[in-house]
């Protein structure tokens, strides 16, 4: 026997069982996102290396350490996503759309970093984000937040909060970042090694590092909303205006910062409980000047990203998805002869109740196993068909998650008789 090839590490499969309830958490976030008219857009998995290094910023960690990047057969440098912005901005630029009026789009699928695995942390991960274009204003902020509210309602999701900050403009963060240097540098030997680096390059950045020993040195820094400009005061005071009259909790943090270089102004995190110190689920932002420095005109851009691994395990958590099975309705044949007339009748009901699930029965077996296979299916019901009723123009139907008797009906009424059946479930 051959030697079993093993899955790359960091990256995991996703089983029958499983994907049912990523499908739940995928369709309700899209569905929040389409009741606030955002439309989907689909990029490919692998972009010149040039584009992430341009946007996201070369002295990040993502940039440095974390892509998975190579060289094709021509000599490019090609890197698979790490990230969805920066795609999503540079089709925008390639198709003209930021041409046209304020544009709302999200995107989909599998991002690639590599990480140490842990639990919320993968290889290949996957990532859904909206994007909005082309409005300048907080209230478009305040709207991708509001979608975010939605979005855990919809999935049943308590103790989700909401952090908030504002990292002003390029010119203004640059100031503070001079004073956030000044103040780090003081204290250089009570920083750690990662620190120490982040200090010549990103200082902001340390002002995200997870060390406990090094707590008490960020919460006495510099914060940055006391360092904003005028402008950027007043958007962020105008984004909490329309968060105070929606009624959305939230916390201003002023050591929240983003790890990608593009952001400006707003940015945020919603945080969830029970998934250890990745607790981050759905983040984002402003990247006002990202466009240009994509070549695109100036244009105003924010959006978020959420991690799906952690929400739908949040999900799960909370046992708020609807049970899963694997047909609705599970035929069985009492002799393979009858297979043909048996496909028949299965076809015409997934043609009369679209959405629901089928099963007719395949591989053979004695009637016995056929019901013990419709069992685990969980199905409500089964059909059966034996010679008797295939000649008389008739079907056996049996409810499965009850006491009602097996009933014999005309396979004409069938199609009514399960929809009523499978009204409630």
Same mark, same amino acid.
């Given at each position: ?37 955002? *439309?989907?857009? %689909?990029? $490919? ?5 040039? /584009? ?20 094709? %057969? ?33 995107? +989909?699928? $599998? ?14 991960? #996957? ?22 509210? *939605?979005?855990?309602?919809? &999935? =049943?999701?308590?103790?989700? @909060? &909401? ?21 780090? +540098? ?23 590092? %997870? ?10 820094? $510099? ?15 105008? /984004? *909490?205006? &329309? ?10 943090? $002023? ?40 070549? =695109? ?27 899963? *099975? ?34 007719? #029965? ?10 013990? %296979? ?29 006491? +009602? ?6 396979? @004409? ?5 399960? @929809? ?6």
């Amino acid at each position: 026997m051959a030697d079993r090839i093993s899955a790359v590490r960091g990256m995991n499969d996703l089983m029958p069982d499983a994907s049912a309830l990523w499908q739940f958490v995928e369709a309700t976030v899209a569905g929040a996102l389409s009741s606030y008219g955002y *439309r989907e857009m %689909r990029v $490919p998995l692998v972009e010149r290396t040039e /584009l992430f290094a341009r946007s996201i910023g070369e002295a990040t960690d993502v940039v440095e350490k974390e892509m998975y990047t190579f060289e094709d %057969r021509s000599g490019e440098s090609l890197t698979l996503r790490p990230e969805g912005t920066a795609g999503c901005v540079r089709a925008a630029i390639a198709g003209s759309l930021l041409h046209q009026r304020g544009q709302r789009i999200w995107y +989909a699928g $599998p991002m690639f970093r590599y990480e140490r695995p842990q639990k919320g942390r993968y290889r290949q991960f #996957h990532q859904i984000g909206a994007e909005a274009y082309g409005f300048d204003g907080p209230d478009v902020d305040a709207e991708l937040i509001l979608v975010g509210r *939605r979005m855990w309602d919809a &999935l =049943g999701l308590d103790g989700v @909060s &909401l952090r908030l900050n504002s990292l002003g403009t390029v010119e203004s963060r640059a100031r503070y970042r001079e004073v956030l240097a000044a103040h780090f +540098a003081d204290h250089h030997d009570q920083l750690d090694e990662d620190s120490q680096r982040r200090l010549e390059r990103n200082p902001l950045r340390i002002l995200d590092s %997870r060390n406990p020993e090094m707590a008490a040195l960020i919460a006495g820094a $510099p914060a940055i909303t006391d360092h904003l400009d005028e402008a950027s005061a007043a958007h962020f005071a105008g /984004l *909490r205006e &329309l968060l105070d009259a929606a009624g959305v909790s939230y916390t201003v943090d $002023p050591r929240l910062v983003r790890g990608l270089d593009y952001y400006t102004r707003t940015v945020f995190e919603w945080v969830g409980t029970g998934l250890g110190a990745q607790d981050a689920i759905c983040s984002g932002g402003r990247y006002d000047s990202l466009v240009e420095e994509l070549g =695109g005109k100036p244009t105003p851009a924010v959006g978020w990203a959420l991690g799906l691994e952690r929400l739908v395990a949040m999900v799960e958590q909370a046992g708020t998805a609807p049970a899963d *099975r694997e047909a609705d309705v599970y035929m069985v044949v009492a002799d393979e002869a009858l297979l043909p007339q048996a496909f028949e009748i299965a076809e015409s009901l997934r043609d009369a109740l679209p959405g629901r699930r089928v099963i007719a #029965h395949c591989g053979g077996g004695s009637m016995k196993s056929q019901f013990k %296979r419709a069992d685990r299916s969980a199905a409500v019901l089964a059909l059966v068909l034996g010679a008797d009723e295939a000649a008389a123009g008739r079907i056996g139907l049996k409810v499965l998650r009850g006491d +009602a008797a097996q009933e014999t009906l005309a396979q @004409s009424a069938l199609a009514e008789r399960v @929809s009523a059946l499978l009204a409630d479930s």
